[in-house]
C-alpha cells in the first residue's frame, strides 16, 4: 500500500513526525538536516523503550524538497511500504491514498503542524494526539544545583505526568560540609527534600544494579557510577551540568568559571559514560553570559533554573534530542581540580581583582587565608576595594602582605601586587573570631613601630 503525504513545515519547526496509516512506526523528518529516521511505538503511541532505525530501510532524496523513504513495517515482516512527503508551505493536505485495496480512500482534517506533536493516522483522519512519555527515573544529587533539578522533576510528577515514578540516590554521608565544625556542616539538601516528600531514597555506593527504571539523571553528584549501574537503565544516565562542556569537565565547574575570569559559561546536558566524566555525547547545551562580580551561589542558582529547564525539554522528546546528539571533542576541553584548601589561600603578589574572584568564588564554602607569625588565618567579610583606595596614596611605600588597620572604616587592610584589599574580621589559630578593631587592639596598637604582614 502506497501513500503520498502533502505537508507544511514551518521553518521553526526542528522535526516533524508523519504517521503512515494504520502503521506504529512514525518517519520523523528533519527540516534543518534533511535526515530521515523511522520511531517504532506501542500502540497506545507511547514510544517504545528500544526505539531502533533498524525498521529503516532506505532513504532516497529526490525532487529537490521531496524525501522517499522506503521501510519495512515491523521487524518480524518483509512487507515494505513507500511514502513521499513534499516540504510544500501550507498546511496538511488532504491526501489520497495510492492503493489497489482501498485506493481512493482520502484523509481529512488539515490542520498545521506544531512543534514537538505527533501526528498519526486512522482509516478516516488525521488526529494530534499530544501525547507525552512518562518516565520512571532515579535522580542522583548531593547540593543546592542538584536540589533545583530534583525539586523541578518532583513538581512535574506532581502535575503534569511526564515523570511517572521519582526515586533518589544520595552519598552515604549525609553531609556536604565536612570541613568546618561539626555544628557548622550542612545536611545534604537533596537528602532533606526527598525525606521530606516522601521520595525513597538509595544510599551510594550501592551494592546492587538498580532495576525497574526508564532513566537516571545525574546532577553535581561528584561519584563516578559504573557501566554495570549505567546499563540497568533502558535509556541510559543523562547528566545535567554547569558548564559548557568540554570546558571545565569534573568537579567544582562553576568555582573554576569565576576563577578563570570566564566570560561566558553554560549548562550542557549529556549522557553518562562510565570510566570517565564528562565526556559523554551532548543532548542539549544553553550558553550564558557570566554576571559581573557574581559569586559561585549566585551563579549556580540560575545556572540551575536554566538547567532544570533543560531537563524538562530533554525528557519531553528524548528521541530527538538523542538523534541529534554529538561528541564532545578534545579541543578546548579543561578539568576543573576537586576543590581543597589552596584554593583558598590568597597569593599577595596577585592584583586586586584576583583576590577579589577568589572570594567571589571559594569564600562561601572555605573562607580566604593566609599566615602570620606562623599561625594559619581565615580572613571573612571582604568590603569592596572602592572603600580603600584612599590607602594607595596613605601607604606608597607599602610592600606585598604589609597589615594596616583603616580606623573609618573598620577594616583590616593588606596591600597586594597593585592595591589593597580589606577585611571585617579575622580568626588567628582556629581560635574565636576577632573584629577588625579586636584585632588592632590586641595585636597591633602594642607594636605600632613595627609593621606587620601576611605570608
Known amino acids: 500500500m502506497y501513500m503520498t503525504m502533502k ?86 493536505q488532504d491526501t489520497k491514498c495510492k492503493s489497489n485495496i482501498d485506493g481512493g480512500r482520502r484523509l481529512d482534517a488539515a490542520k498545521s503542524l506544531d512543534a514537538g506533536r505527533r501526528w498519526y493516522t486512522t482509516s478516516s483522519s488525521v488526529l494530534d494526539e499530544s501525547k507525552q512519555p512518562s518516565w520512571k527515573v532515579l535522580f542522583f544529587g548531593t547540593d543546592y544545583f542538584s536540589l533545583t533539578c530534583l525539586q523541578s522533576l518532583y513538581k512535574n510528577r506532581c502535575s503534569n505526568g511526564l515523570i511517572q515514578q521519582l526515586d533518589v540516590v544520595v552519598p552515604q554521608s549525609r553531609y556536604i560540609k565536612k570541613r568546618r565544625k561539626k555544628d557548622d556542616r ?129 525528557l519531553r522528546d528524548l528521541p530527538t534530542f538523542t538523534s541529534q546528539e554529538r561528541p564532545q571533542t578534545e579541543d578546548g576541553a579543561t578539568y576543573g581540580g576537586k576543590l581543597s584548601s589552596e584554593y583558598a589561600e590568597i597569593n599577595w603578589s596577585k592584583s586586586v581583582e584576583d583576590i577579589c574572584r577568589q572570594y567571589r568564588a571559594v569564600s562561601f564554602l572555605i573562607p580566604l587565608h593566609t599566615r602570620w607569625k606562623g ?14 583606595k584612599d590607602l594607595s596614596t596613605k601607604h606608597s611605600s ?40 579586636e584585632f588592632f587592639n590586641g595585636y597591633l596598637s602594642s607594636s605600632s613601630a613595627e609593621i606587620q604582614y601576611f605570608s
Request: glycine letters at 6%; charged letters at 15%.
Open 375 to 388: 599561625q594559619h588565618v581565615v580572613l571573612g567579610n571582604m568590603c569592596n576595594p572602592e572603600q580603600i
Open 7 to 92: 505537508i507544511l513545515f514551518p521553518t521553526k519547526i526542528p522535526y516533524v513526525n508523519i504517521w503512515p496509516r494504520g502503521l506504529a512506526t512514525c518517519i520523523q523528518y528533519s527540516t534543518f538536516s534533511n535526515e530521515a529516521r523511522c520511531l517504532l511505538f506501542s500502540k497506545d503511541c507511547q514510544i517504545c523503550p528500544h526505539t531502533s532505525s533498524r525498521t529503516l530501510k532506505q532513504i532516497n532524496f529526490s525532487g529537490g524538497r521531496t524525501v522517499n523513504v522506503l521501510h519495512k513495517q515491523n521487524c518480524r515482516t518483509t512487507t515494505t511500504r513507500h511514502f513521499s512527503c513534499s516540504l510544500d508551505n501550507g498546511k496538511l
Open 398 to 437: 607599602a610592600t606585598e602582605g604589609q597589615i594596616c588597620y583603616h580606623k573609618e572604616v573598620d577594616l583590616i587592610c593588606i596591600k597586594c601586587r597593585d592595591g589593597w584589599v580589606g577585611f571585617q574580621h579575622i580568626t588567628i589559630a582556629y581560635r574565636q573570631r576577632l573584629s577588625a578593631r
Open 186 to 314: 550542612i545536611i545534604s539538601p537533596v537528602l532533606q527534600y526527598a525525606q521530606q516528600n516522601g521520595l525513597k531514597v538509595y544510599y551510594w555506593p550501592m551494592k546492587e544494579e538498580v532495576k525497574g527504571y526508564d532513566l537516571g539523571v545525574v546532577a553535581s553528584f561528584g561519584h563516578l557510577i559504573p557501566g554495570k549501574i549505567i546499563n540497568s537503565f533502558s535509556h541510559g544516565v543523562l547528566n545535567v551540568h554547569p558548564s559548557l562542556l568540554p570546558r571545565w569537565r569534573g568537579a567544582a565547574p562553576i568555582i573554576h568559571t569565576i576563577l578563570n575570569n570566564d566570560a561566558e559559561t553554560g549548562v550542557t546536558i549529556m549522557k553518562l559514560l562510565p570510566k570517565r566524566f564528562d565526556v559523554g555525547p551532548v543532548l542539549h547545551q544553553q550558553t550564558v553570559s557570566v554576571p559581573t562580580d557574581c559569586t559561585s551561589q549566585s551563579l549556580c542558582a540560575t545556572l540551575a533554573d536554566i538547567g532544570a529547564n533543560m531537563l524538562l525539554d530533554v
